[in-house]
């Protein structure tokens, strides 16, 4: 997370065992295993004719494409959302952010230059790109949950329940203020989901909420005004729901979903364009790092990582945030940058993650990362398992203690592997992407809503199959 005006330093705590995430994939398997099971044995041992009339039968004689993938959206009073973004300039906090809250969170639109510069660097024909702020995870999910292919208004038939609060929106409006105002709302919503029926089916296990902030914003530690953040996420009602956000740093019941970036195309051909051109692009510098240095971070290394790009003599593109050009609020220069380098460097800021990780996988960037947090640890559900197969990573340690001359270690790497790791980057580009609400059949995306949704039906399943006696699956 970068933000410029957060002086506070924060120290990020020690992750829990992930204990879930071992088990899951075996949990997963017995689960299809078992649902399968008599498929498995029809498939065996019957005609085709008796397979059929066993399988209808199995499933009472439905053939519905969204059973199991129900999702039921709280209708929500207005204070817990629309009103936090309706006053969005009444609060001080909140009031440079405003403008980017149109077109469902994506902001405003980027438009084509008269140079043609734009529609160079972005290819804008097609529409799909914008000025999206880093924090707008929220807005942009509950659009595309409005728009999600199986809703239900049944609560009773649905597998997991939506709560549409701008968490993220209500902690930053109290930045500074007494810890009563900051928890005040989640303290509200609490009491109202645990009123309503829906709750009582799974006491909340089956309820999951987004937010465009970090973890961390959620779990202040004390009742102390000084301490960060409010206590959301300490709160026993949310202690048994799912979030979802842009960084965690608990692994019980948070994930870490993709930051947006700027594009959000509406369909797949966009997405194939785009590929096409990100893989074919000249790239005339080595790496590059686009950012601002942290003087007041003791522990930082972004102040080594600037000197060895400066000393690169062109070999490195030093796009500088801390000055008042303003060039990395702008999407053009920064995606130009990114398109234009072989590898990205991607150095904790002031929390381990960076929204530039996405945008520069976006330009077909191989990323270099100097800390596990920064991605490997979190978006699990995105990217693959095998991190030397998409990134470089170098320890912090070996920066800091000058062990490790950036620009020697990259130079080293074979054209073979780098052109590997660029074809994995691309694979990567529809999974990190927030594509426009709405597509549906062919044009649909496997975007990172989608996989986030599927995520947390699979998870919410796992806790159903706990609550229900296990045998009963057994019997065909
Ligand atoms: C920009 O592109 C359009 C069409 O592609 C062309 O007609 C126009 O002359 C170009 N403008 C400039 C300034 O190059
Ligand atoms: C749910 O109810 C609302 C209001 O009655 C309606 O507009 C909407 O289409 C319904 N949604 C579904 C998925 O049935
Ligand atoms: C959370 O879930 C547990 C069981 O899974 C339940 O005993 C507890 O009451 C729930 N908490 C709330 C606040 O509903
Ligand atoms: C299901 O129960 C098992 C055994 O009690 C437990 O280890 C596992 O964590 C539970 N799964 C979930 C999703 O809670």
């Not at 990190?432 to 995306?445: C, H, L, Q, R």
Request: glycine share 4%; charged share 30%; hydrophobic share 35%.
């Amino acid at each position: 997370m970068e933000e410029f005006n957060t002086k506070k330093k924060q120290t990020v705590r020690k992750r829990s065992p992930k204990l879930l995430i071992d088990i899951l994939p075996t949990l997963v398997f017995c689960l299809l295993f078992v649902l399968h099971i008599n498929q498995i044995i029809t498939f065996l041992f019957l005609s085709d004719k008796q397979t059929l009339h066993i399988t209808v039968k199995a499933k009472h004689g439905e053939t519905d494409t969204c059973a199991g993938r129900y999702i039921y959206i709280h209708n929500l009073p207005s204070r817990f959302n629309d009103d936090l973004i309706k006053n969005c300039e009444a609060y001080a906090e909140l009031r440079n952010k405003c403008k980017y809250l149109v077109n469902s969170g994506f902001g405003p639109k980027i438009l084509e230059d008269d140079h043609n510069h734009t529609t160079r660097v972005l290819t804008t024909e097609t529409g799909s790109w914008y000025s999206t702020n880093q924090f707008m995870l929220e807005v942009i999910f509950r659009e595309k949950m409005r728009h999600y292919e199986c809703l239900t208004n049944d609560s009773s038939r649905s597998s997991a329940v939506f709560v549409p609060f701008y968490a993220g929106f209500d902690v930053r409006r109290f930045w500074g203020y007494s810890v009563k105002l900051r928890d005040q709302l989640g303290e509200d919503l609490a009491q109202w989901l645990r009123e309503r029926p829906e709750w009582s089916k799974m006491y909340g296990r089956d309820h999951f909420f987004v937010t465009g902030r970090v973890g961390r914003d959620f779990r202040r530690v004390s009742d102390q005004d000084s301490d960060w953040g409010n206590k959301l996420m300490r709160l026993p009602e949310f202690e048994n729901m799912t979030m979802l956000s842009i960084e965690t740093n608990c692994w019980s019941n948070e994930f870490a979903v993709p930051y947006p970036t700027y594009f959000h195309p509406e369909r797949r051909i966009e997405v194939k364009r785009w590929q096409r051109k990100v893989r074919k692009m000249e790239r005339r510098y080595l790496f590059s790092f686009v950012g601002a240095p942290r003087p007041e971070m003791e522990e930082s290394i972004r102040g080594e990582i600037i000197r060895q790009c400066l000393a690169s003599q062109g070999k490195c593109k030093f796009l500088n945030c801390e000055t008042l050009s303003k060039d990395c609020g702008d999407p053009v220069k920064v995606m130009e940058v990114f398109q234009d380098s072989v590898f990205c460097l991607q150095p904790p800021g002031d929390t381990p993650t960076r929204r530039s990780t996405f945008d520069s996988i976006l330009a077909g960037c191989i990323p270099v990362f100097f800390n596990p947090d920064s991605v490997y640890s979190q978006y699990k559900w995105y990217f693959p398992k095998d991190h030397t197969k998409y990134s470089v990573y170098v320890p912090e340690e070996d920066v800091k203690n000058g062990k490790v001359i950036i620009e020697k270690l990259l130079v080293e790497i074979s054209k073979e592997r780098i052109l590997s790791m660029r074809n994995e980057v691309e694979k990567i580009i529809p999974m990190i992407i927030y594509t426009k609400p709405g597509a549906v059949g062919p044009d649909k995306i496997e975007d990172a809503f989608e996989i986030a949704v599927s995520k947390v039906l699979e998870r919410v399943s796992l806790f159903q199959d706990n609550a229900t006696d296990r045998s009963s699956y057994y019997i065909i």
